[in-house]
């Protein structure tokens, strides 16, 4: 599952930590100097005989308003949410993948299980064909077909063995040496209700992680207006002298002085208002978007489950009915050989057409299930 435009992956440790410092003070600075050296007559260069000539150490800490502070903390936690979020994504990607493999590697043992049946039909078919000659009753050119049909079985065969040699790999890269055990079982089921479905279109993975983006994207705003509060620092300075001089102390404060609002803060703000519309646009447009392929798979799913109902009790039943018929014309002589070929791979590709749709059906299935189901987030 792709993650939306805009969102970058993140670990939630990653976030967690960048979210302990949020709100703490800024690193305090050392200061280290000298004062009042003079450059100019005997005494130039010299440490100790000028009585304003002092050595220099000090401490200094700036102090960020309490609202800037309280926008950066608020910011961190929508962080960590965004990459618990993240997480949730890729959790339910990582799971829709692995029963969407699963499902292909299913479906082409099933194909491959048919065939030891299709082989074995088609022994009595030449077994028929093969009466019918010696009665005298069919032509010798008709004994080719049956050899026919079964060599293109083979080569079906062939092509599903190598399928089944890819859905192993793909199964395997997501659930290792497991995937090499039988698939056993049947066709997996989710819920399919479409109430259910559309109540829950707001629960779109894809749609989770705006909720934290946005809150991310309001402390920044925040954060934006709070540099036109002024920041302050304070600071505390040693100043050592001579000897015959007394030592001194320096404790001072500042404070900025945000005087150019209109150049500065003010543009950062309406960037970060526009971040934040930018962000609600991209949900609805994104809420859309899921709300056409809710749609689409539920129209798709209901068709595949009608076709599926109309295979298994009318479509396979009237394949087998023609293939009996058809042999019971040829072997009544009524009938050309001909007849019994096409009405035999036709009721092959019914069968193969069947488990192609259980697939399809499955697969449609699944993605419901992860994108609007009841899946642990």
């Given amino acids: 599952m792709v993650l939306n435009a805009g969102v970058r992956k993140v670990t939630w440790l990653d976030a967690y930590s960048a979210a302990i410092p949020a709100g703490e003070l800024p690193d305090p600075k050392l200061k280290l100097g000298l004062q009042n050296v003079p450059i100019e007559g005997d005494a130039r260069w010299q440490m100790g005989q000028e009585a304003m000539t002092m050595q220099m150490v000090g401490v200094m800490q700036e102090v960020p308003n309490r609202a800037k502070r309280r926008a950066r903390v608020e910011a961190a936690q929508a962080g960590v949410a965004l990459a618990d979020v993240q997480q ?17 590697g299913f479906a082409v043992e099933r194909k491959l299980s048919l065939f030891k049946q299709l082989y074995s039909e088609n022994q009595l078919f030449s077994r028929a064909v093969q009466a019918r000659i010696a009665g005298g ?70 749609l989770l992680a705006f909720d934290p983006m946005s809150l991310e994207a309001e402390a920044k705003v925040r954060q934006a207006i709070a540099e036109k509060t002024p920041d302050w620092s304070w600071g505390v300075d040693y100043l050592r002298r001579g000897r015959e001089y007394g030592d001194m102390v320096n404790l001072s404060v500042s404070f900025d002085l945000p005087l150019f609002t209109g150049s500065r803060q003010d543009p950062k703000i309406a960037a970060e208002r526009a971040r934040l519309a930018q962000i609600e646009a991209q949900r609805q447009a994104t809420l859309r978007m899921h709300n056409q392929e809710l749609s689409t798979d539920l129209a798709e799913y209901q068709r595949l489950d009608r076709a599926l109902t109309r295979l298994e009790e009318t479509l396979l039943p009237l394949a087998d009915e023609k293939v009996r018929l058809a042999m019971a014309d040829y072997r009544a002589g009524k009938g050309e050989l001909i007849a019994v070929v096409d009405a035999r791979r036709q009721l092959v590709e019914t069968r193969l057409r069947r488990i192609d749709t259980a697939r399809d059906r499955a697969l449609i299935n699944a993605r419901l299930h992860f994108a609007f189901g009841d899946t642990q987030r």
Avoid: C, F
Wanted: no cysteine; aromatic share 6%.
């Fill in 88 to 104: 949730t994504i890729e959790r339910l990607s990582v799971r829709q993948e692995t029963a969407e493999a699963w499902i292909a």
């Fill in 137 to 206: 009753g069919g032509l010798a050119a008709d004994s080719v077909l049956p050899k026919q049909e079964a060599a293109l079985l083979a080569e079906q065969e062939d092509e599903l063995l190598r399928n089944q040699l890819v859905a192993r790999a793909d199964l395997r890269r997501w659930i290792g040496e497991s995937a090499d055990q039988p698939l056993m079982g049947d066709w997996p089921q989710w819920l399919a209700d479409i109430s259910h479905y559309q109540h829950n279109l707001n629960r779109h993975p894809a």
